[in-house]
């Protein structure tokens, strides 16, 4: 990774990398804007937002009522006028709500104007299961939004990905959700001084392994380090491919690595039907089926309601143990 | 302010020459010659899906546009015909779009209640109902943020255009409150035409005999238009437009209004009499414009029948241009205008033809 070579790179959290990676946007251009539930004077929900009042004061960095619908819909006017809009969801849980703005409107309007009026906004907030916040809060929503044509996902699962990522998505000039995850806000990672972006698209290899691909997106993909780690341990080398990007989906660097390793492990932390998992997995078998040595492996979220317990709530979403089943399994060793 | 009876003489319009109450009978006439004819057209299976036409209501969108500057966002719901013509879209561009021509205004990609024409201001033509609002509160939000924070452009307003039934909708209730919190010049235009498909407005929503109320649960003045005279609805208009851009603050207008034809192609209108459509019918808003303007002596009978000749002429003109324009090609547009910025299965996009020409200066073929 490139943050590793540069000279001045520092250690970061998440919500760091997000914040500086708005902040130099809003610096840079100033049709950038910034809304949402305490973004303003609270500071952000999650202190994402710190401190950009201050600096941006409030016609640019804007506290709105808990209207997500609202909000949503005035961040699409908005960017059809040409602003830049960054509508950030307390949680993606909560963008159920909006979800006529967002997925009638958003990623549609250029279709349905014949291409008069794009939709240059990005959505942002918290995605999957936070700390035992049961069913409603607790959402992993790119299993319902990757359906959705006309929209880029990016779901970033370290502080370096999640600047460079960030950045592109409000430079693009086409609506963005942005996944990130309450669970790794305070996770500290390297991230240079310097500017960069990362494009939509470009999957990254978190760990190269010639004995079975695992892919995944988001959080989960710390649960593959760790399951490959382990693995590792007991001979197996596993690839963990992190898609940074579901839409779109670097299919490419996926399909590299099956050819070369015979197995596939997909982990999703969507839930399993018609998930992201699927998907990866229809597309192997389509490019990939020749090169297969076994069926592909989906690890997702179990088919339940998100539970409250932690013992259940563990158990329902994906992990390391989980992980290390699917691979045994697919490599046909358990 | 108080509505004109409707029996009588037409509400004096201050500082408007005559020339400019023609311009508007012929607005009006040309928005109900192209409905009538988009009628038939359906009818012949010509236009396909779901198609609302306007006719008994094109003073309000008249009216409105006119009090209104070229470059303030206009926005409205599906039954969006009149709203598109009064603003400049010629019509040749919108009866294409409905014949699902790659020469209409949204590349036959839109329909019927899809129009958008960037040149003139117009933000669509939207099919959710009350989905529209908050995007109207949006771009007051964009113009202001424009003023203020890009330091650009002159003050504007938002002319943001719903329907009664919206009156329900979740989505205009958030809208219209943040508009008032954030303080956003977005004008909420309920042309109230007292049905939503089927359902009379009593029916359907609380303190319908007075809507001032929900304009008083947000903060707003409300002001109330006769919806069948297009200088009533001027009047008003200009009133709460110079208010609303000097102080860069929302308003609510209720102009009572009504629609002669089904919801839409396809309604049997048990839910009302024919008494009733008469008695609206007999009040209509052209006819009583046409009927001031002789009376005045700014217009003659055989005036008048050459300006319902050449607005016929023009729709025919667009039918027939409608209907030479090219079917649109689904190997090489249907994967188009998808994305700004291709990437994957999607290609690039383009302006619609329409977006060639000045608005009203079609070139002839
Ligand atoms: C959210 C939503 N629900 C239902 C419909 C179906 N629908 C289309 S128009 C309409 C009636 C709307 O009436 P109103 O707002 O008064 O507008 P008008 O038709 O009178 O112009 C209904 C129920 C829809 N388009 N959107
Ligand atoms: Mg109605």
Not at chain 1, 261 to 278: N, R
Not at chain 2, 35 to 41: H, I, K, P, V
Request: glycine share 8%; charged share 25%; hydrophobic share 40%.
């Amino acid at each position: 990774m490139s943050a590793a070579t540069a000279t001045t790179t520092r250690q970061i959290q998440f919500r760091e990398a997000l914040r500086e990676a708005m902040s130099e946007e809003m610096r840079r251009d100033p049709r950038v804007f910034l809304m949402g539930e305490e973004v303003a004077q609270y500071q952000g929900a999650y202190k994402v937002s710190q401190g950009m009042l201050e600096e941006f004061g409030p016609r640019r960095i804007i506290d709105t009522p808990i209207s997500e619908n609202g909000f949503a819909g005035l961040g699409i006017g908005a960017a059809m006028m040409g602003l830049r809009p960054i509508i950030e969801f307390m949680s993606w849980s909560f963008s159920l709500v909006a979800a006529d703005q967002i997925l009638n409107n958003a990623p549609k309007m250029l279709y349905m104007s014949g291409g008069q009026f794009g939709c240059p906004i990005v959505f942002r907030g918290n995605d999957g299961a936070g700390g035992q916040l049961g069913s409603t809060h607790s959402w992993a929503v790119e299993g319902l939004f990757s359906n959705v044509p006309g929209l880029r996902i990016a779901i970033p699962s370290t502080p370096y990905d999640a600047k460079g990522l960030l950045k592109t998505a409000i430079r693009c000039d086409d609506p963005v959700f942005f996944l990130e995850s309450e669970r790794m806000l305070g996770n500290k990672g390297p991230v240079p001084e310097e500017e960069y972006l990362i494009p939509f698209g470009v999957a990254d290899i978190k760990r190269a392994g010639a004995d079975c691909t695992i892919v995944s997106f988001g959080r989960p993909v710390h649960f593959c380090l760790e399951a490959a780690e382990k693995l590792a341990a007991e001979g197996i080398e596993c690839e963990v491919i992190d898609g940074r990007t579901i839409r779109p989906l670097d299919i490419d660097t996926i399909i590299e690595s099956v050819k070369k390793t015979g197995y596939c492990v997909v982990v999703d932390q969507s839930w399993p039907f018609g998930s992201v998992a699927s998907e990866v997995a229809a597309q192997v078998y389509e490019r990939a089926m020749d090169y297969l040595d076994n069926r592909v492996y989906r690890v997702c979220s179990d088919d339940v309601p998100a539970p409250y317990s932690k013992a259940l709530e563990q158990a329902m979403l994906p992990h390391a143990g989980k992980i290390i089943e699917a691979v045994k399994k697919a490599m046909y060793l358990a | 302010m108080t509505m004109t009876d409707p029996k009588t003489a037409l509400q004096p319009v201050d500082r408007v020459e005559p020339r400019t109450r023609l311009k508007w009978l012929r607005d009006m006439m040309l928005i109900r010659e192209f409905e009538l004819r988009t009628m038939q057209a359906y009818q012949e299976a010509k236009i396909g899906g779901f198609c609302h036409v306007y006719i008994g209501q094109e003073a309000c969108a008249v009216g409105c546009i006119a009090a209104a500057n070229p470059d303030d966002p206009v926005i409205t719901a599906y039954r969006d015909h009149g709203h598109a013509l009064a603003r400049g879209m010629e019509p040749r561009y919108a009866m294409a779009e409905m014949f699902g021509k790659s020469g209409g205004c949204a590349k036959g990609k839109g329909g019927s209640m899809h129009f958008f024409d960037q040149r003139t201001h117009f933000y669509g033509g939207h099919a959710i109902v009350g989905g529209q609002t908050p995007l109207g509160v949006g771009l007051a939000f964009a113009t202001r943020y424009e003023n203020e924070v890009l330091e650009q452009g002159a003050k504007r307003i938002t002319l943001c255009f719903l329907g009664d039934g919206a009156l329900n909708q979740g989505a205009l209730h958030e809208a219209m409150n943040l508009a008032s919190v954030l303080e956003l010049p977005c004008l909420f235009i309920v042309e109230n035409n007292r049905y939503s498909m089927g359902t009379a407005i009593e029916r359907g929503t609380a303190m319908a005999h007075d809507l001032s109320t929900k304009a008083a649960a947000y903060g707003m003045p409300y002001y109330q238009a006769d919806g069948m005279d297009v200088c009533a609805v001027y009047n008003v208009m200009k009133r709460v437009i110079d208010r609303a851009r000097a102080e860069q603050a929302p308003a609510f207008v209720e102009i009572k209004t009504y629609r002669y034809k089904g919801h839409s192609m396809s309604d049997p209108q048990k839910y009302r009499s024919k008494d009733e459509v008469a008695e609206y019918e007999a009040n209509d808003p052209i006819r009583r414009l046409a009927d001031a303007l002789i009376a005045s002596g700014d217009l003659d009978e055989k005036a008048f029948r050459a300006l319902s000749q050449s607005v016929r002429d023009e729709v025919r003109d667009a039918i027939a241009w409608a209907e030479q324009s090219p079917e649109p090609d689904p190997a090489a547009d249907l994967y188009r205008d998808v994305v700004r910025e291709p990437f994957g299965p999607y290609g690039p996009t383009t302006p619609p033809e329409m977006c060639g020409h000045e608005p009203g200066a079609v070139a002839e073929e």
